[in-house]
């Protein structure tokens, strides 16, 4: 805590976060150690250590020499990001942390360790601009856009905790990684692509995470689905529905005014054809709202025979909310009529709730 009467640095409004290592594709990080006057080797350099042997701690880094690492680490390696807090739960087997950005921005992100695989759950934007009613970041309005390294570091941390034994359980390593943090990533796009190319380049370029790993979710912004089918990743991609007819969802998800449940499902149907994935469709039950019978039969008609799998969650009420989870014989129910039109369905588990880390709860109160 500063002193009173102590400045603080407060970065202007709209400033950029700084140029990071991370940001960079392994050209353009051979030019930038060119334009510091330094051999392009050691770009290669900096991207084994901090890539390849997932180190932070540049002291360490004794084959380049102390002169040129000071001067790279200086212009490549700034901070981004430090932890406010890590809240446990789930027997410390789920961390959320909440990170404060060069800006004061605050976002969040939760690591799950589970018997079979690790997933990190991180934010791509700090705040969200898709408004839906349900979901705690989206009450809050969009602050702005993370980097690509800010979206990177949220990880990299997360492989190091892992790396080093800091999480409980032992030395493990990150399997999955899903964008169901705060923030729409396709409304993020470019940074987005660059962080997952980050994530998932071999070693020591990037991180040599699986692409198959990787979960992008997304209200269903049309045009960028599109796009993203055309990157030629084999990436999951989960769709935000909530509700199968437009009436309800233009409510629950009113980016749907503008693009109807029906484009947006030919959207997926086109990424799951180009990526050869099954679309995940996520589908929050809000106590009679979209839970009904009729609506679980209109979906599963909407969705059988296609490349699909529906993940089911429970709503997390925000804060304030009027609405709640399904009962538990109308979920059981949603299942059944799902499951006999022949569609793959599954309840997802709360991981996190204690701790306000659940899908939809991360809100970054100070
Ligand atoms: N903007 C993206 C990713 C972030 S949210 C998207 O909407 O897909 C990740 C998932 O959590 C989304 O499916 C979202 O609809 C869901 N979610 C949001 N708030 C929730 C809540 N209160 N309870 C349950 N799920 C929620």
Redesign the pocket.
């Known amino acids: 805590m500063p002193k009173p009467g102590e400045l603080t640095f407060v970065a202007p409004r709209g400033a950029k976060p700084p140029r990071h290592l991370a940001d960079l594709s392994p050209a353009e990080r051979k030019e930038a150690v060119a334009e510091l006057g330094e051999q392009p080797f050691r770009a290669k350099q900096l991207s084994n250590h901090y890539f390849g042997r997932m180190s932070n701690d540049p002291a360490s880094w004794t084959d380049i020499p102390a002169v040129s690492r000071e001067k790279l680490t200086g212009s490549l390696l700034p901070e981004l990001m430090s932890v406010v807090r890590h809240v446990s739960c789930d027997d410390d087997a789920t961390r959320k942390t909440l990170w404060k950005l060069f800006d004061g921005t605050l976002v969040e992100s939760v690591l799950m360790r589970y018997p079979d695989r690790v997933t990190m759950c991180i934010s791509s934007q700090a705040g ?1 601009g ?1 408004n ?1 009613p ?3 970041t989206g009450q809050a309005g969009l602050t702005r856009n993370l980097s690509t390294a800010e979206i990177v570091e949220q990880i990299a941390a997360g492989m190091r905790a892992l790396k080093s034994g800091e999480i409980p359980g032992g030395e493990a390593r990150l399997s999955n990684v899903v ?3 705060m ?3 396709l409304a993020n796009y470019n940074r987005v692509l660059s962080a997952i190319r980050r994530l998932t380049d071999p070693a020591p370029d990037g991180f040599g995470l699986s692409q198959r790993g990787i979960t992008v ?3 269903g912004l049309v045009p960028a689905m599109h796009r993203f089918a055309d990157e030629g990743l084999s990436c999951r991609l ?1 769709l ?1 529905l ?1 509700a199968p007819d437009d009436e309800l969802r233009d409510e629950l998800v009113p980016v749907n005014t503008r693009w109807k449940v029906a484009e947006v499902l030919d959207a997926a149907w086109n990424y799951a054809e180009k990526s050869g994935r099954r679309i995940s469709i ?1 589908y ?1 039950l809000i106590k009679d709202i979209n839970d009904q019978a009729w609506r679980a039969d209109l979906l599963g008609r909407l969705i059988k025979n296609r490349r699909v799998h529906v993940n089911l ?1 429970p ?4 804060p304030g909310s009027k609405w709640t989870a399904s009962r538990p014989e109308d979920e059981r129910e949603f299942v059944r009529r799902l499951q006999s039109h022949g569609v793959p369905t599954t309840v997802r588990d709360t991981r996190g709730q204690e701790i306000d880390g659940a ?3 991360l809100a970054a109160a100070g």
């Open positions: 969200c898709m839906c349900f979901c705690a964008f169901m943090g923030g729409e990533p979710s997304t209200v989960a935000s909530h996520e929050a969650i709503l997390n009420p925000t899908c939809g709860q």
